[in-house]
């Protein structure tokens, strides 16, 4: 075995590093045109690596250096089941490399897994092709290229979590064939699995489309391939139950704090037409990755032409067109019936970057490449040209008859350029028909022009991604780092117990995780939608499917209660009872005397506080009544003044005012004034009336020389005005910009009784449990004068149990958000530990199926040596007589 592998990979190492290097190096060189490369001052993040995915693999590098665990994070908002991230965002085999880089430096990280997983791409079809198409060796690479560069991969190169699919899709593909054709299943087996731990996501589309393959190959040969059946269904499955280590735990997960199906309120998918599928083959065409999108299903004219002579060619089967065709056929009507689109992405609609399987579309494109390729002799009767002359007068038809106004992402351009490398691609084959050009030297050319028709296909894509949505600046990311740092590692010097901290001026919303405090802010598809939508009844924005959970704009009841102990700010918070501590550089650190500790004791009633429905200053006030078993009254509200305004109209409408611009580009500014009390923290209530309207949109407030930004959409509606201990009239100002007009509710200034807010805080601390957390498990002791409960800031997730003094106890939970453990009195310890449902049932599952497939194997290779030896001793007796 050894010895077969040194000497294929004798044999074919060049096409090997040209089916690596070729894709790796026009990636580089295009990056490298917009200034991109190691160290450079632009960033390779853009839309989501910049919030996410950056922060995401700095929190999974901290996991490899052994400063979180692998099943929990106590630094993803409050807490979140870490294994469920970690199998949608980072589960390739190329994560463990960030070890390697400082979490200051993950942009270059995130840099050069982008150009191996895009060369690795390449790699792993150069293996397919070579074991799968009868062509030459220099054709393999000339398929491998566009392949890894095809549009999907390049305009989505920013969602670096999906490309490690474009690795196993060819090795899956290929363990279809071995499977099929030599019996041989370990290949599919091992990709199956990789696929579905590397991303469950894009591994449903995969395995519903290569079953689909497996029916239409299987069709083409019945008589041969029936037998196949068995042995497919035996290795999916056992590969599908072995991934079940990381993907049960993930689902258990979604279930619990999952969206609610899509539903289906029309036919056709919007902003599709007639002409997409031509359009988007072109070369260069980029539209965009936000909402209006159409399918990325560019892969290369060469593969496009060999694709259609697949179908006009004579030496095919019409049966293997009509089977393979209609692979086409389901993907193409996906990309127009809003029920089969919604199919493939599990029926949950995507958060823009829309068609998120039109890489099976391309896939297939020059997987039936290869084949016609195969088909291609020098004489052919003219076919193979007639066939680049159809795919031309398809191009000019679209172009021509496109409706005036659509299709004006596709530029001239494009359409020239698309036509120039067709002509390309028919003088070079032409020449070749007519023998005025060696077949050496034509794989030299095609070779040649594939390569400069991906460079400016993906030169395209990735300006594309800096128009649509900008490379972000590396100082961003990496300037911040330093001083933040040396802060949160003081204030862990500083704490042997849990404690909260949160940036007033953060780097993205994902901070948390990457610098390793608690907080409550969070970006994220996998999240705890519960404790989530709770929170935002207290106050912290987080709307609709809780994808984002802010922690700006909110009142102090709500530090102290989350266990804000800290915070960050460039300018002072303006908060009672926030004392400041350190800084560095532009950051100081803040420490608030009124944090509580992440469990306290509480009476059973406890469960009978009332939630008032849209009223979060209510909820807030009964949560923290029924924690301190006080009545008290925190907020009152009174109406500010407008003092002064500068390039605003305001239009009074019921119980609602609208601030417009009268010069555009400009920021809307209004100053207002508003008395407040002695011992009073003020905030300015800013509710919109449409969120949707308000998505750009965002408000600076300015007080005594501090000011404070936010996005009003996505953050709460608390803005700080300050703690005044004297009776003091107050000016302050708000800056709106983004949009030309901003509605809210009638503005009211919330003042905060912060004399009754220290009493109720200063009860519920004499009843405090200090909980040291590590791990995934947290632990404490206390001391219950009569039967209590347990409360809690921890988001409730049925992986969490409770010990006390070592024996389990129920875990209760509270508002359907957060633990409780109900206790009798006494002095007790107390621990909760955490392991993702599921992960039990699927790490054995892992070990059963993985053993059973071993199991498999060993049987059929058994069973063929005795069919084998069986059959050469009939050959022997044959031949005897």
Known sequence: MKNKIKQFTKENWQYMAASFFIPFFIMFFVYLSIGIYPGSSRSVLASDAFSQFSNFHASFNNVLHGKQSIFY????????????????????????????????????????????????????????ASHTFKISRWAHVTLSIPYALMSYTTAHSELIMWLDAFVYLPLIFWGIHRLMD??????????????????????????????????????????????????YSITSLLAGGASMIMILPTVFDLRFNGEKLTEITKFKTEATAFWDIVMKNMVGVYDTTKYGSIPFIYVGLLPLIFCVFYFTTRHIPLKNKLLFGSLFAILIASFYIVPLNLFWHGMHAPNMFLFRYSFLFSFLVVLLAGYGWEQFKKDDLGIFTGTIILVIAFFALAEGSKPTGSYEFVSLTSFILTLLFLGLYLAGIAFYQVKKLPGKYLSALLLLVVCAEAFINTNTMINGILDDWNYASRSLYTEPYPDIKKLVD??????????????????????????GYSGISLFSSIRNRNSSAYLDSLGFRSRGTNLNIRYPNNTLIMDALMGIKYNLSESDPLKFGFSNEATSGKFTLYENQYALPLGFLANESIYDVEQPENDNLSSQTELLNSLSQQEQNYFTFYSPTI?????????????????????????????????????????????????????????????????????????????????????????????????????????????????????????????????????????GTFSAKENQTIFTTIPYDKGWKAYVDGKEVPVKVFKNAFISVPVTAGEHTIKLVYLPEGFKIGALLFVLCTGGFVFFVKFTDTKQKKQTRAKKRTRKKRAAL
């Open 73 to 128: 994070s106590w630094n993803a908002s409050l807490g979140l089941n870490y294994m469920s991230l970690l199998s949608y965002y980072l589960g390739g085999l190329f994560t463990p490399l960030v070890f390697f880089f400082g979490n200051q430096n993950m942009p270059d990280a995130l840099y050069v897994l982008t150009l191996l997983k895009i060369g690795a791409a390449g790699l792993s079809f150069w293996f397919f």
């Open 643 to 779: 003092i002064n305004q500068q390039n605003v109209k305001i239009e009074d409408n019921v119980n609602s005012v609208t601030y417009r611009e009268l010069q555009s580009d400009v920021a809307k500014e209004i100053t207002w004034s508003v008395a407040v009390p002695a011992h009073t923290q003020a905030y300015l209530s800013l509710f919109p009336t449409d969120f949707g309207q308000l998505e750009s949109s965002s408000a600076t407030m300015t007080v005594n020389g501090s000011s404070q930004k936010s996005q009003i959409n996505i953050t709460g509606q608390y803005y700080n005005i300050g703690y005044y201990e004297e009776p003091t009239t107050v000016t302050f100002s708000v800056s709106f910009y983004g949009t030309e007009a901003v509605s809210f509710m009638e503005p009211k200034v919330v003042g905060l009784d912060t004399t009754a807010f220290e009493q109720a805080v200063k009860e519920i601390q004499t009843n405090g449990i200090e909980m040291k957390t590590g791990g995934r498990t947290a632990e």
């Open 490 to 515: 003081q204030t862990k010097a500083e704490n042997d117990t849990f404690y909260r901290l949160e940036n007033l001026n953060p780097v993205s919303s994902n901070d948390s995780i990457n610098y």
């Open 182 to 231: 030599q019996r041989k299943p370990t290949l599919l087996f091992v990709s199956y699995l990789l696929l579905f731990i590397a991303n469950f996501y894009m591994g449903f589309m995969i395995g519903i489309f290569s079953f689909l393959y497996f029916i239409a190959r299987l069709l083409t040969n019945w008589k041969n391939y029936k037998k196949t059946i068995l042995p």
